[in-house]
């Protein structure tokens, strides 16, 4: 079984802040990562995914440093509706994940007005 | 487009009875389908996957067990709960555009008394 790494947390940050959670992975073989958002009792939701170096889409950034073996997610101009757990997620075998994803127990993110 | 069901929402159950949760995925034909379990504190757990009908690979040996009698309908079963059976269980399907991206169903939550 290949390990995922996340500081839990919490963040605390002002709306309109800047805020960067870092994730480490063991699982030298990953191709596809991906960091989920998890809202309080609900199932995770996909917010992006990273094949090569990096992702952009709108406000986050996904960073990928594949040499360290870390994955970073960026939020930009926090809004209150980003608080939410956030999951770095890396395949458990495969290079894909299509047997299966080992998930990070994930960082909590509170936006504070 | 795709969409997942679980069913039940929520369930309570005694030490010790039966379990049976279901999972149907609407939209897609022959998807790779996903157990997952989070218990309280911490991250989510691959149970079981399965790659077609009455396939299933079991990733964590426990008193829990899966089957796939249809092409979209994933069912996870017990013959006697325990306690430690209590969590958030989520069904997931891959997406086919070869990105092995996972979406998840609902959820059912249980809790073993």
């Known amino acids: 079984r290949k390990e995922v790494e996340q500081d839990p947390g919490p963040f605390n940050v002002p709306e309109g802040a800047t805020v960067a959670f870092n994730c480490t992975y063991s699982?030298?073989?990953?191709?596809?990562f991906f960091w989920y958002r998890q809202d309080c009792r609900k199932e995770p939701k996909l917010l992006m995914s990273v094949y090569s170096s990096g992702n952009e889409d709108g406000r986050f950034t996904a960073q990928l440093n594949r040499a360290s073996q870390y994955i970073s997610l960026l939020i930009r101009d926090s809004k209150l509706s980003d608080s939410a757990t956030y999951l770095c997620v890396v395949p458990m075998y495969s290079g894909g994940g299509a047997d299966g994803l080992t998930f990070g127990k994930g960082t909590h993110l509170i936006i504070q007005p | 487009s795709q969409t997942i069901h679980q069913w039940p929402a929520t369930l309570v159950q005694p030490v010790g009875s039966p379990l049976s949760l279901e999972c149907t995925v609407e939209?897609?034909?022959?998807?790779?389908l996903y157990w997952y379990r989070q218990a309280a504190g911490r991250g989510l757990q691959l149970l079981f996957y399965?790659?077609?009908?009455?396939?299933i690979s079991s990733e964590v040996p426990q008193n829990l067990s899966a089957s796939r009698p249809q092409d979209r309908q994933f069912i996870l079963s017990s013959k006697k709960l325990l306690l430690s059976d209590s969590g958030f269980y989520l069904c997931?399907?891959?997406?086919?555009?070869?990105?092995?991206?996972?979406?998840f169903g609902p959820g059912t939550r249980l809790t073993v008394l």
């Open positions: 939209g897609t034909s022959n998807p790779n």
């Open positions: 399965s790659v077609g009908i009455g396939q």
């Open positions: 699982n030298s073989a990953s191709q596809s």
């Open positions: 997931a399907w891959i997406s086919s555009s070869g990105r092995n991206e996972q979406f």
